[in-house]
């Protein structure tokens, strides 16, 4: 592992302290750390990146934050293929591997390929409109369909790999990754 990139969430580290932190051990073990321009900014320490440098010039991202943090770079890090590691800092952390208290070791261990990586389904939701793609989208926990707030009922077409499914008419719909419907049980 040579290159890491460090998905801070900074509303749970304000001052950049545990950030700075893990970019400090990441170095002195030889791990280059890339971090968004506003981290730079902050705590002075690692390579400054853009979003589309940042996630593909990463060998992995590691999300420093909870669970939301973790879904949300899992779903940037998918576009471009790259595997996450979620370093907890919020209360939880059913999604993440560690927590900060460890962060160190894991620094090692990926250092010196003591690792696995664990496939995760993940979803990818595409809006169409008069058959015109509007938006696509990743998601790791589930997507959400619902209807406009004055709207009628809404119909909906779900397809795997191209290959319609089933159709729906209603007020919405949530599909789940197994991830994600964990949350519902």
């Known amino acids: 592992m040579k290159r890491i990139g460090l998905f801070t969430n900074l509303s749970k580290d304000v001052h950049g302290t545990k950030t700075s932190w893990i970019v400090a051990k990441a170095n ?3 791990i280059e750390i890339l971090v968004a321009p506003h981290i730079y900014d902050l ?4 390579i400054a990146a ?13 999300s420093l934050g909870g669970d939301g943090t973790l879904l949300h770079a899992a779903c940037k ?15 939880l952390g059913f999604l993440t591997d560690t927590d900060v208290a460890h962060a160190e070791e894991a620094l090692l261990a990926l250092k010196e390929k003591r690792y696995f990586i664990e496939k995760r389904m993940m979803l990818k939701g595409i809006v169409v409109r008069d058959k015109i793609e509007q938006l696509s989208f990743f998601a790791f926990n589930d997507i ?6 004055v709207s009628r009922i809404i119909h909906l ?11 729906y008419s209603g007020d919405g719909l949530i599909v789940s990754s197994p991830t994600g419907s964990s949350a519902y049980s």
């Not at 077409?157 to 159709?167: D, F, L, P, Q, T």
Request: proline residues 2%.
């Open 50 to 62: 853009e979003e589309n440098a940042f996630f593909s010039q990463s060998d992995i991202v590691i």
């Open 157 to 167: 077409k779900a397809s795997i790999n191209g290959h319609e499914i089933n159709s």
């Open 144 to 149: 959400g369909i619902m209807k406009e707030l």
């Open 43 to 46: 705590i002075g320490k690692g």
């Open 77 to 91: 890090a998918a576009q471009y293929n790259k595997p996450i590691m979620g370093i907890n800092m919020g209360n």
């Open 28 to 30: 002195s073990l030889g």
